[in-house]
């Protein structure tokens, strides 16, 4: 069983930034997936530990994502943020896989929730 931990998420508007942090109880395949009131979970960004990264569309340059391997942590700055991007975020991490499909993550953390005000 391996732990996630988030925290960063807070109201801003439109055009500020959050960094949301995600602590680990292992070193693992981690990712960033959000969800918006209605709409389906979609991965944000990803790493994998050799340092590849993927980005959604939607992140590509405004958010950056890394990880911090010595303390398990997971992190992803978000910067311009736009309303669209109000949604709860999660971390989630896998032994194996990677990427931005969500079924390759089998352990999730609670959430953290992002608002972003016109």
């Known amino acids: 069983q391996v732990h996630l931990v988030e925290s960063g998420g807070g109201s801003v508007q439109a055009g500020g930034s959050l960094k949301l942090t995600c602590v680990a109880s292992r070193n693992l395949y981690m990712a960033w997936f959000r969800q918006a009131p209605g709409k389906e979970r979609e991965g944000v960004a990803a790493i994998g530990r050799g340092g590849t990264v993927w980005y959604a569309d939607s992140a590509k340059g405004r958010f950056t994502i890394s990880k911090d391997n010595a303390k398990n942590t997971l992190y992803l700055e978000m910067n311009s943020l736009k309303p669209e991007d109000n949604a709860m975020y999660y971390c989630?991490?896998?032994?194996?896989?990677?990427?931005?499909?969500?079924?390759?993550?089998?352990?999730w953390g609670q959430g953290t929730h992002v608002t972003v005000s016109s």
């Open positions: 989630a991490a896998s032994l194996w896989n990677s990427g931005l499909a969500s079924v390759n993550y089998d352990n």
